[in-house]
């Protein structure tokens, strides 16, 4: 696929000292993002407030709007009005996004979901972290389909993954989610923000078809339809409901097995391709530890004391948490002994490393409720004891 490359007045080239937040609003500035919609949720908020000041100045617009359900909702019609957009929000809003995120997968929708995780259930803990809607995030809408999940673990990296979510949605023609944390979206450090040259996008796949010979939802070979610019003669249905090529409902079982086995298809088909880790010290590893987002970098603290203990551990730091990479923890339980899973929850991704390690290594959750992040003297000592017997 042909890149082209980012708008060179968009882009604020240069160093700048900046949190998470911030960031990743001028990471989605970057990727060519030119409609958001988003209702004022803490700690995400500020994502949207930066992006409603610079809208003006990069030829965007900010809609806040009633709720999270229109949020979520308007930012799928834009898209379909040929808008790159996204929305900003916290677990209680990520939840009532629900519906539309499965909207968003039975239409194709390319689109962007940035959800600042904080302590949960309900109301739960607004100001302070938690990494608890990992799993929300695959499976938080009924049905089947697919999903591409990034976790950034600095502010550098809020910049970085917003451009590669933009991308991957042009790309597959599906909802993408950059799950940040609390800590990660309010953590200010240095941001090099690179020229518009250097940042290669992926443009949306447009028909060249005539109006009279397009069918919105027939795969090109790759099995991902092209679409249609709005405003020029193309009139079709887009639906919820299962259809055909030609957008509309075809309710019986042939239609259904052949529409989802391409909507899932798209995503697994291409798992290795997408799939991207950070591995630290991985390469004696006896125990593997696996974290994201700020949790990673406490874990990676705990690495280097252990190390210093001559305990060989290794840190994976899945950086495209969906599809978890899967294939990775695969190889490495033919060398490790033991995979310590650190996350703030109760657990969660653990269940995926545990699938992948199909019980040739032991795994051992270190869990944590949120509210604060973990002490590397806490991971420390897990790795003490699995360390006695690995």
Known sequence: ???VHADPKTVLTGAHFMDGNHAACEGAIAAGANFAAGYPITPSTEIV???AARAPLVGATFLQM????ASSIAILGAAWGGAKSFTVTSGPGFSLMMEHIGFAAMTETPSVFVDVQRGGPSTGLPTLPAQADMMQARWGSHGDYEIIALSPSSPQECFDVMIDAFNFAERYRNPVFVMMDESVGHMTEKVVIPSADRVLLVPRRYTCLPPSEYLP???SPDGIPEMARMGQGYHFHVTGLTHDASGYPAIN???????LSRLVGKIRNDA???????ER????ARIVLVAYGITARVALRAVQLAREERIPAGLLRPIVVWPFPEKRIRELAGQAKAFIVVEMNQGQIVHEVERGVAGRARTVLVPHAGGAVHRPEAILEVIREVAQWA
Do not use: Y
């Open 281 to 284: 010290q991985i390469e004696d």
């Open 217 to 219: 939802f027939k795969p």
């Open 49 to 51: 407030e930066r992006f």
């Open 253 to 259: 079982a042939q239609t259904q097995q052949e529409l």
């Open 1 to 3: 696929m042909n890149l």
């Open 66 to 69: 009633e709720d999270e359900l």
């Open 272 to 278: 290795d391709k997408i799939a991207r880790a950070e």
